[in-house]
């Protein structure tokens, strides 16, 4: 089992993503990973009665993700059982967040095993990520099958350029990439999930 602690920031991309790459190759950023992610979300049979009472946040507090990762660049495939801790302040930003991952060795097998001991899927989101590099500063770009084009960049503890959310937000101003910058914790799984229970 893995514990990683980690923060990050979000945000929702304004333009597309082959013209975002290009801008970050002029600026020096050069691919250095590239993935595809397919996450089930699995919650408690007990929340099935009160999902339309619920947010999004509420519901997905609870939730288990059983994650499938095919990695392009290492051409190799990654599945785990994650469960995601995330603490907010009163306006939705993310303090802190702690992710407990699990490795398995077949998807099907532990999504039989979570509906044994009384879980449903409640979604599926499948994204493909390019991360561009530069020195230490890794951007995510994602493009959410049938949502949102987004980046996502985490703090890194061993550099003090980039080691707080703060320090992250001023370097992605200082980029002046097209990407929206009133609100740097857009959180994809909540976006998709109110689809589902407002729709």
Do not use: W
């Not at 992610?37 to 929340?47: A, G, K, S, Y």
């Not at 703090?155 to 080691?163: E, P, Q, R």
Request: glycine content about 4%; aromatic content about 8%; overall charge negative.
């Amino acid at each position: 089992m893995e514990i990683k602690q980690e923060n990050e920031i979000t945000m929702k991309v304004n333009c597309g993503i082959s013209e975002l790459c290009k801008i970050l190759e002029d600026k020096g950023f050069k691919v250095v990973d590239r993935f595809t992610m397919n996450d089930i979300f699995m919650i408690p049979n007990t929340l099935k009665s009160k999902i339309k009472e619920l947010t999004s946040r509420e519901i997905l507090k609870d939730a288990i993700l059983i994650r499938n990762i095919e990695n392009q660049f290492k051409e190799n495939r990654n599945k785990k059982i994650t469960f995601k801790k995330k603490e907010f302040n009163k306006s939705g930003d993310i303090l802190s967040q702690e992710s407990i991952n699990c490795d398995i060795f077949n998807i099907d097998e532990a999504v039989n095993l979570f509906q044994a001991i009384h879980y449903f899927k409640i979604m599926n989101i499948k994204e493909s990520d390019i991360v561009y590099g530069k020195e230490d500063f890794e951007i995510a770009i994602k493009d959410i099958e049938n949502g949102d084009n987004l980046i996502e960049v985490e703090t890194v503890s061993n550099n003090d350029n980039i080691d707080t959310i703060e320090k992250l937000k001023t370097q992605i101003i200082n980029l002046q990439i097209p990407v929206d910058t009133s609100n740097f914790f857009v959180k994809k799984a909540e976006i998709e999930l109110d689809k589902i229970i407002k729709g």
